[in-house]
């Protein structure tokens, strides 16, 4: 879901973000607000082709990197779809050449740069909070900052949006009040996101897809502001190539699939669209690790800055992060 960011709750109150964190329903993230980011620095979609007997073992090494916040594995036309952020072109350039090219039993991979996000995640309401537990802190007028090492310092501690600021402070260089005057600019300029991520089986809208279309540029702008008002669309964006339109969708039934289409067709005429997919598993959600019933079982912080160039052989992941025991796949 996205809930928005839950604020911090009054002394005696149930505080119903916490208690669903506790048994992996829910999980407030921290991430470089994506539309911002599309502007300055370099989103992509990837396609990854595997072979079948690869892809768990894909699957486990990806999901460890911290550029590439999302994986999603999908019924057809591509075994994984993942979204990445990174700081530039040529970083995202080293990472398809340096670590999914790397992956054994690779078939190939098509990767999308997006030149525009029009909505994403942080905007999707499921209105389960109420009022008093809700932020919204649209950007300050002004100059617009930039992503300062201090900031990348605060953001690389947030594996949980909701740690006190003495808590980061312990894992920073910075004081309390540092990191809360920190977080505040990186918030208050949109560099920053809070959301409240939500297994999804249990928001009421248990099918996930991605629509693939292709809009005249004259066109893309007003189509795509368009789908954003509709409450299937979690993320919507421009990108690269003959496709130049990516939606992903949250449905109530896989019937929808079929009912989006023709509602699609009979209200944006602009709008082709070219494929279509549905997510049998996602197992990575802007930085949130996700079982088989889509229970967060832990967090793997977005980090467009971290280094995956020296990697350990023996585990296949990034220098710096989290150990994880990474099998061989089958042969």
Request: charged share 20%.
């Amino acid at each position: 879901m996205t809930a928005g960011a839950a604020s911090p709750s009054s002394a005696g109150e149930q505080d119903p973000a916490r208690s669903a964190t506790q048994v992996g329903s829910a999980r407030v993230i921290a991430y470089p607000e994506v539309r911002r980011w599309a502007q300055d620095h370099c989103n992509a979609f990837i396609e990854v082709d595997l072979q079948p007997t690869a892809r768990a073992y894909a699957v486990e090494v990806l999901s460890r990197v911290p550029q590439i916040a999302s994986i999603s594995i999908v019924s057809s036309g591509r075994d994984l779809f993942l979204t990445v952020l990174t700081p530039d072109l040529a970083t995202l350039s080293r990472l398809v050449l340096e670590k999914l090219q790397q992956l054994p039993g690779l078939r190939g991979t098509r990767t999308h740069a997006v030149t525009t996000v029009y909505g994403e995640g942080n905007q999707w309401r499921l209105d389960a909070l109420s009022p008093q537990h809700r932020v919204s802190s649209p950007p300050k007028a002004g100059n617009r900052p930039v992503w300062k090492d201090d900031y990348r310092e605060v953001l690389r501690a947030l594996g949980d949006g909701r740690s006190p600021a003495a808590d980061i402070a312990a894992r920073t260089a910075g004081s309390g009040s540092t990191v809360r005057r920190r977080l505040n600019e990186m918030i208050g300029g949109g560099l920053l996101s809070l959301r409240c991520e939500v297994a999804q089986p249990i928001t009421g809208w248990p099918v996930a897809a991605t629509f693939w279309a292709r809009v005249p540029p004259n066109e893309l702008h007003r189509t795509a502001t368009a789908l954003t008002e509709l409450p299937e669309v979690r993320l919507c964006a421009a990108t690269t190539g003959a496709d130049n339109l990516v939606m992903t969708l949250w449905l109530r039934s896989l019937g929808d699939v079929q009912r989006l289409e023709a509602e699609l067709a009979a209200k944006l005429p602009a709008l082709s669209l070219t494929d279509r997919a549905v997510t049998l598993h996602a197992a990575k959600r802007m930085g949130c690790l996700l079982d088989d019933t889509g229970r967060i079982t832990d967090v793997v912080p977005i980090d467009p800055w971290a280094s995956f160039s020296n990697t350990d052989d023996r585990r296949g992941q990034p220098a710096g992060a989290r150990a994880v025991v990474v099998r061989s796949p089958p042969s």
